[in-house]
């Protein structure tokens, strides 16, 4: 069961990540940030943003020493038209993430929100996280004021940092993240020329039918056109 530690921590946690060197690839994982419906304003909302820390390879300790510690140090942000950069996460909810003793969310709730989130942002999976280091807490806070004749109640947003410790959180090995490299790629590559033949297809028949319905037309309109014999009787 996930919990949050509180303590230093580990700047060797054995985790890279990893978007793609050519940009084929970087495509591949490409994600638009589904549109997600804002919930509706409370007295006090709570958010969780996750901050994914690569951390230092054991092999690179040697370089921290002639180089500043922050040019080593990598984190994993998302990047939408409206925000800018920022970390992964989001709104908590109580249904789906669970709540504590007081109805606020608990510890648990809060790394249970931030595997939800993450999964549903860029469909990477915390679920084997073990521990979490809460690195910041914010709380906004925005008095009761009159505006204009209309009273706006005081609001209190509230937001954690977590930042998971990825070396035991059972991360794929490089092998079998290449081979989900490859299998992403595939199955993207399949998708496109599926859709790409059911559109073609669909545009064959439609021109069959309007070549068909063309051809039909015409020839009621040679028939309109042929001029009655004339040795043909009257009609009654």
């Not at 992964?88 to 669970?98: I, P, R, S, T, Y």
């Not at 606020?104 to 809060?110: K, T």
């Not at 979490?132 to 009273?151: N, T």
């Amino acid at each position: 069961e996930s919990s949050v530690k509180h303590g230093d921590l580990p700047l060797s946690n054995g985790s890279l990540f990893y978007f793609g060197s050519t940009k084929s690839e970087q495509e591949v994982f490409s994600r638009t940030l589904p549109k997600v419906k804002a919930p509706p304003v409370a007295a006090k909302t709570y958010n969780v943003r996750v901050v994914l820390f690569q951390g230092i390879d054991e092999g690179s300790k040697v370089g921290v020493e002639e180089h500043h510690l922050n040019k080593h140090l990598k984190f994993l942000v998302s990047k939408t038209p409206k925000h800018g950069l920022q970390c992964l996460g989001g709104a908590w909810d109580a249904e789906k993430d669970g709540v504590g003793s007081n109805g606020a969310p608990d510890e648990a709730a809060l790394c249970k929100a931030a595997v939800r989130l993450v999964k549903e942002e860029v469909d990477v999976d915390l679920g084997g996280v073990k521990a979490w280091f809460k690195l910041l807490e914010v709380l906004y806070i925005r008095p009761a004021e009159v505006i204009r004749g209309r009273m706006y109640p005081e609001e209190r947003e509230q937001t954690v940092f977590l930042v998971p410790q990825l070396a035991k959180a059972l991360m794929p090995s490089e092998d079998a993240y290449t081979a989900q490299l490859v299998k992403v790629a595939e199955d993207a590559h399949a998708a496109a020329m599926a859709k790409w033949e059911k559109e073609d297809a669909e545009r064959k028949a439609k021109a069959a039918a309007e070549a068909e319905k063309a051809e039909a037309e015409a020839k009621k309109a040679g028939d309109a056109a042929k001029p009655a014999p004339e040795d043909q009787p009257p009609s009654p």
